[in-house]
């Protein structure tokens, strides 16, 4: 029995995947960040094609990290594929010395940065990116493996603010986590558009790429792994109108950055959201991209209902307990002036 063979998307399958990741405004002037790999490339026709519909505008961003020396030139030939297409093109470079050690994540910090920067110039507020359901099924095994619990098991969202401190805009839209990358594959065929290959995704020193090959693998792995994103994405939605909930009852927040939050109105949170309560709150205050480990919020948050605790650091955070509240600052603020003792997690 043969595979049957993967169909293109449809403009019509395209539209409805980008509205379920809507609103948008009319006339929309959106961002696409495009590598010139087939997914990225797929994504930018796709959505110029929805764009123009509305009567809107997209323009691509290409991100030229200067790690590669056939880079630019594979920025330039995006930029002359899109051109032709009508489709408005920009190449950003990253500028300055380049760490030794922790490039891919630098990059990627690095990458982010620059395409929130552009989207905040521009006055952008959609920065659409390529994640596809491969990616997404990738994402559980990888969390799978280290342990993670519900929150990290919902994966990438459809809808998410930038991973990088600053404001909380451009959103980052990703209608594609439901489709496979071998209907991005045919969509690009179909229309006669080359992509570019990238040799890193058949590197196996990279983790991601020896689990995208268990995957494939596996028939209907990647279906089932897609699934147990999306069931837990709605248990971490109805968690999240929870725990909005309980912020807005228990926490003060201050414009100088501090936050108070209530004694008595803290222990009160559910145990299923104690953790989530507490990582939420360091994370606003500290300004932290990256959640910290869930066994140091767990820590913190079973330290907090201690009546004997005095205080504690975590993630960039100085929590002191005061009669009515804690009172959550940024650690640098407070580290001179810190007169008790505090329990680092």
Same mark, same amino acid.
């Given at each position: 029995?043969?595979?049957?063979?993967?169909?293109?998307?449809?403009?019509?399958?395209?539209?409805?995947?980008?509205?379920?990741?809507?609103?948008?405004?009319?006339?929309?002037?959106?961002?696409?960040?495009?590598?010139?790999?087939?997914?990225?490339?797929?994504?930018?026709?796709?959505?110029?094609?929805?764009?123009?519909?509305?009567?809107?505008?997209?323009?691509?961003?290409?991100?030229?990290?200067?790690?590669?020396?056939?880079?630019?030139?594979?920025?330039?030939?995006?930029?002359?594929?899109?051109?032709?297409?009508?489709?408005?093109?920009?190449?950003?470079?990253?500028?300055?010395?380049?760490?030794?050690?922790?490039?891919?994540?630098?990059?990627?910090?690095?990458?982010?940065?620059?395409?929130?920067?552009?989207?905040?110039?521009?006055?952008?507020?959609?920065?659409?990116?390529?994640?596809?359901?491969?990616?997404?099924?990738?994402?559980?095994?990888?969390?799978?493996?280290?342990?993670?619990?519900?929150?990290?098991?919902?994966?990438?969202?459809?809808?998410?603010?930038?991973?990088?401190?600053?404001?909380?805009?451009?959103?980052?839209?990703?209608?594609?986590?439901?489709?496979?990358?071998?209907?991005?594959?045919?969509?690009?065929?179909?229309?006669?558009?080359?992509?570019?290959?990238?040799?890193?995704?058949?590197?196996?020193?990279?983790?991601?790429?020896?689990?995208?090959?268990?995957?494939?693998?596996?028939?209907? #792995?990647?279906?089932?792994?897609?699934?147990?994103?999306?069931?837990? $994405?709605?248990? /971490? +939605? !109805? &968690?999240?109108?929870? %725990? *909005?909930?309980?912020?807005?009852?228990?926490?003060?927040?201050?414009?100088?950055?501090?936050?108070?939050?209530?004694?008595?109105?803290?222990?009160?949170?559910?145990?299923?959201?104690?953790?989530?309560?507490?990582?939420?709150?360091?994370?606003?205050?500290?300004?932290?991209?990256?959640?910290?480990?869930?066994?140091?919020?767990?820590?913190?948050?079973?330290?907090?209902?201690?009546?004997?605790?005095?205080?504690?650091?975590?993630?960039?955070?100085?929590?002191? #307990?005061?009669?009515?509240?804690?009172?959550?600052?940024?650690?640098? $603020?407070?580290? /001179? +002036? !810190? &007169?008790?003792?505090? %329990? *680092?997690?």
């Amino acid at each position: 029995m043969t595979a049957a063979t993967p169909t293109p998307l449809a403009d019509q399958e395209a539209a409805r995947l980008i509205a379920a990741c809507g609103p948008f405004e009319a006339s929309p002037e959106v961002a696409v960040a495009v590598s010139g790999g087939v997914d990225s490339m797929a994504l930018t026709v796709l959505v110029d094609t929805w764009a123009r519909g509305q009567g809107g505008r997209v323009t691509a961003l290409t991100v030229d990290h200067g790690l590669r020396p056939e880079a630019a030139a594979e920025a330039a030939q995006v930029k002359a594929w899109l051109t032709a297409r009508g489709i408005a093109h920009e190449t950003l470079s990253w500028q300055g010395d380049k760490p030794q050690t922790g490039i891919q994540a630098a990059a990627r910090h690095a990458r982010y940065e620059l395409l929130m920067d552009w989207c905040r110039r521009h006055r952008v507020i959609h920065l659409f990116l390529a994640h596809h359901a491969d990616d997404q099924a990738e994402t559980v095994a990888m969390r799978q493996a280290r342990k993670s619990g519900p929150e990290g098991l919902a994966a990438m969202a459809l809808i998410s603010p930038p991973p990088v401190p600053g404001p909380r805009w451009p959103r980052l839209v990703r209608p594609l986590l439901p489709v496979r990358k071998e209907r991005l594959e045919a969509t690009l065929r179909a229309m006669g558009q080359p992509w570019i290959d990238d040799p890193s995704n058949l590197d196996l020193k990279y983790e991601r790429v020896r689990i995208r090959r268990r995957l494939f693998a596996e028939p209907g #792995a990647v279906e089932r792994l897609v699934a147990m994103a999306v069931t837990h $994405a709605d248990a /971490r +939605a !109805q &968690a999240d109108l929870e %725990l *909005a909930g309980w912020l807005a009852q228990a926490v003060n927040l201050h414009r100088d950055g501090r936050a108070e939050v209530d004694r008595h109105a803290s222990v009160q949170v559910p145990d299923n959201l104690r953790e989530a309560f507490w990582r939420r709150i360091v994370m606003t205050v500290g300004g932290k991209p990256l959640p910290p480990r869930r066994e140091k919020i767990a820590r913190l948050a079973a330290a907090v209902r201690d009546p004997g605790f005095r205080g504690a650091t975590a993630a960039g955070c100085r929590v002191a #307990a005061k009669p009515n509240h804690f009172l959550v600052q940024r650690e640098k $603020a407070v580290r /001179r +002036a !810190q &007169a008790a003792p505090a %329990l *680092a997690f």
